[in-house]
């Protein structure tokens, strides 16, 4: 098969799966509609990771400091500031890519298990400053954004933040992009630099590559991915807590990953999706229902040990992304 057919199967692909995502709106109850709002934000955040983690092969314990940079400065600007909703939104986006330029300059110059331990040390640091802050972040009890900050202008347009097709649909625009942005970035030059940095940083560099400024690239693109994220979070469903800059918002996206297929396009949102439906389904039956999803988690680690989209990759579909 040629490889512009390959590329074009590709495209529709993700085109499709778009597709259906708005079209399942219309057959969905409003439980769903929150539901599968907030999972297409979170797998936004998914889809970022992957770029540095399934791309690029650097493992980060730390994102939690990137989703928590956009959720906060969304948050805090609306709240304190008075910014109106895209206003908030960008500069929940620029926080986070100002701090992942910042933070990877410095913890790139870490590998391996070091690069994992330094950003984890930063997101921890991130953390403890949210909640040293209790008097304008209000810690672990949150802000709750109320009013005017629930409404958004834009283009002439007014957008109520508290309709449910409101969010849902603003929340697939956001994943559209991320997805397609991804799609692209995988596609170019850039990717299989990136790519060629996962399998071999030293023959990369030998090939004459400047193997950190492409690192530092993925970093932001990623770090930026999660703050868009957070921002969209914060603002579409009105709450801004701790629990977001918390060693587990830098444990979950690693594992919608995993589960879903490290290095494909698509994975981060199978990830998200099935794990999120997985602990909803488990705790309505039971209060360890964490003990359901490790077991569940199992045995699909064990049927499908490259996660879902990983392994059908590699057995049926190669021209995956």
């Known amino acids: 098969m040629s490889r512009s057919r390959v590329g074009d199967r590709a495209v529709l692909l993700h ?3 778009i597709a259906a995502l708005f079209l399942v709106q219309f057959v969905v109850g409003d439980y769903q509609h929150l539901s599968l709002a907030r999972v297409m934000v ?3 955040y998914a889809v970022g990771y992957n770029i540095l983690f399934g791309y690029t092969g650097l493992l980060s314990l730390g994102h939690a400091m990137f989703f928590a940079a956009g959720l906060y400065g969304a948050g805090l600007t609306a709240t304190y500031l008075s910014f ?6 960008v500069a929940g986006i ?6 992942s330029a910042g933070i990877g300059l410095i913890a790139l110059r870490t590998t391996g298990v070091a690069f994992m331990i330094v950003t984890m040390m930063f997101a921890q640091a991130g953390y403890l400053i949210v909640l040293y802050f209790g008097a304008f972040t209000r810690g672990d009890e949150g802000i709750v954004l109320t009013g005017d900050i629930r409404t958004a202008h834009l ?3 007014t957008l109520d933040l508290t309709s449910a097709t409101v969010r849902y649909n603003l929340a697939l625009g956001l994943l559209a992009v991320a997805v397609l942005l991804s799609l692209a970035l995988v596609r170019s030059p850039m ?4 790519v060629a940095i996962r399998e071999n940083e030293e023959r990369a560099r ?4 400047d193997t950190f400024r492409a690192k530092l690239f993925a970093l932001v693109v990623s770090g930026t991915f999660a703050a868009t994220a957070g921002a969209a979070y914060g603002l579409m469903f009105a709450y801004v807590g701790a629990t977001f800059a918390s060693i587990q918002y830098s444990i979950l996206p ?3 990953v995993l589960l879903g297929g490290v290095g494909t396009v698509l994975g981060p949102l199978v990830g998200t999706l099935l794990m999120f439906y997985l602990v909803d389904f488990a705790s309505g039956y039971t209060s360890a229902y964490m003990l359901v999803v490790g077991v569940a988690l199992l045995g699909l680690v064990v049927w499908f040990p490259k996660g879902l989209l990983g392994t059908l990759r590699e057995k049926r579909l190669p021209w995956l992304p």
Not at 191 to 194: A, D, K, P, S, T
Not at 206 to 209: A, E, H, P, S
Request: net charge positive; aromatic share 12%; charged share 5%.
């Open 155 to 157: 283009f002439g347009l």
């Open 254 to 256: 690693l594992l919608w």
């Open 15 to 17: 085109l499709a799966v």
């Open 206 to 209: 030998m090939l004459g590559y």
């Open 42 to 44: 979170l797998a936004v």
């Open 191 to 194: 990717g299989r630099v990136l």
């Open 94 to 99: 620029v926080s986070g890519l100002v701090l």
């Open 84 to 89: 109106g909703v895209p206003a908030a939104f």
